[in-house]
DNA sequence: TTTAATTAAATTGTGTACAATTTAATTAAG
DNA sequence: CTTAATTAAATTGTACACAATTTAATTAAA
């Protein structure tokens, strides 16, 4: 490891690595930032915060599945989502239930109505890219990019 | 606009916009948090967290900045920075004087202590990037795709 | 100039994130 | 079988992040 250290060394100055613009995680948390502020506009309507929506689509494509398996979706744990979860279902989109088999799991299964919010939800991501690009020439190459990176960092 | 949405939808299915690993935000916001934790042990040392390490950075690049400019450049508003500049200020890195020509500004500019820490901070990029590659064949190709995906997102 | 509008920080309130701990349930080991 | 270890959620505590408001200072307009 610390070859590669020395080989990155050679070709790039040190303190040019301290410059913001060069870092790796800089960019990704300032754009991912300013994205989620743009869904704002687009979920305020259908009563829904970024991380509840991102807690329905994980729903939507999986239905009654218990808060460690969806946590290993969205990446997020119990301290995150056990909240929304309780929010989710305070707004009746939701209901968390004790697994028979195992006390240990909470199942969190749709309503008719979380159901039914998918329909509302269908046309955001469109309205989401189309608020960000101006034409979509640039979106599927920007989801390819963004894909592998997601994978990459699934190697971590 | 709405001649966009339905060339998009010629080509993808609208369900398919939903599902979660197609999200262009989520990709962003997955890698972004993972990234920072893997900051944590690398910045715990210097008693930093991700927020006021990357203060500093934008600090080292430009000493006796105020807050709105220091904002501009990190892509964050008063209401973070107050109390993130204020504990700096606390562990002695920084000073906050409000500007004589025009009170309404407060500078913020590196003490000493502030200036030596970057030594100690200059390992940090290369250690984070080795905590994410097992070598460093990927980085310059990953570099450049998140700076022209930050620059996509600047004409926002 | 005296008020009105603007601006920069700070403050307030809400909503994540996550580490660490706690609680309760289940499983494994002796 | 009974205790020990493990596991899943929930809880607690800390730290952002940002919208909205407030406060104080500066500038513009009448």
């Known amino acids: 490891m610390h070859d590669n250290i ?8 040190k303190d040019d690595f301290l410059k913001l613009d060069n870092q ?8 991912s930032k300013e994205i989620i502020k ?5 979920l305020d309507p259908l009563g829904l915060t970024y991380t509840s929506y991102i807690t329905l689509l994980a729903l939507w494509e999986e239905d009654n599945i218990n808060v460690k398996d969806l946590g290993k979706k969205l990446y997020l744990d119990s301290g995150t989502l056990t909240p929304i979860l309780k929010k989710l279902e305070a707004a009746n989109l939701v209901t968390r239930t004790r697994c028979v088999t195992d006390e240990r799991n909470v199942n969190i299964s749709l309503t008719k109505e979380g159901m039914e919010l998918k329909e ?6 469109n309205e989401l890219i189309c608020s960000i ?7 599927s190459s920007g989801i390819d990019l963004l894909n592998s990176l997601h994978r990459l960092m699934e190697t971590f």
Do not use: G
């Not at 020395?6 to 100055?13: A, F, G, L, M, R």
């Not at 790796?24 to 300032?30: D, G, K, R, T």
């Not at 509302?120 to 991501?125: D, E, G, Q, R």
């Open 38 to 42: 743009k869904y704002k506009p687009l």
């Open 120 to 125: 509302k939800a269908l046309s955001v991501p």
């Open 6 to 13: 020395e080989n990155i060394n050679d070709t790039v100055n």
């Open 24 to 31: 790796l995680c800089f960019s990704l948390y300032v754009c």
């Open 133 to 139: 690009f101006k034409d979509n020439e640039n979106f």
